[in-house]
Nanobody, 124 residues
Framework: QVQLVESGGGLVQAGGSLRLSCAAS????????MAWFRQAPGKEREFVAG????????RYTDSVKGRFTISRDNAKNTVSLQLNSLKPEDTAVYYC?????????????????WGQGTQVTVSA
């Protein structure tokens, strides 16, 4: 079992920045690919960014490329998402997820463990 807890969400003006953090329990954090998903009200869950077990392979959805950065620290059992140049359309609940696979796939069904989410709200 892996427990994931997100933090760092909040209210920010368009163009601003936030840094989200996900803390994982257990001793096998490095065995999981990690990802961030988001879900806005009335919309489907969307893959945002993913990072492989080692941190070598990283992928982003097109809408956040150049603005968001995912990273992980296996020694501290954490994965982070730096959100820069935020837009109102980035407003959503952001979820941290862990996959048993070595690479971070964009499909939510690939992830076994999920955090409870942290709210990001971007005002115009």
């Amino acid at each position: 079992q892996v427990q994931l807890v997100e933090s760092g969400g909040g209210l920010v003006q368009a163009g601003g920045s936030l840094r989200l953090s996900c803390a994982a329990s257990g001793r096998t954090f490095s065995s999981y690919a990690m990802a961030w998903f988001r879900q806005a009200p009335g919309k489907e869950r969307e893959f945002v960014a993913g990072i492989s077990r080692s941190g070598v392979s990283i992928r982003y959805t097109d809408s956040v490329k150049g603005r968001f950065t995912i990273s992980r620290d296996n020694a501290k059992n954490t994965v982070s998402l730096q959100l820069n140049s935020l837009k109102p359309e980035d407003t959503a609940v952001y979820y941290c997820a862990a996959s048993l696979r070595s690479l971070a796939a964009p499909a939510g069904s690939e992830y076994k463990y999920w955090g409870q989410g942290t709210q990001v709200t971007v005002s115009a």
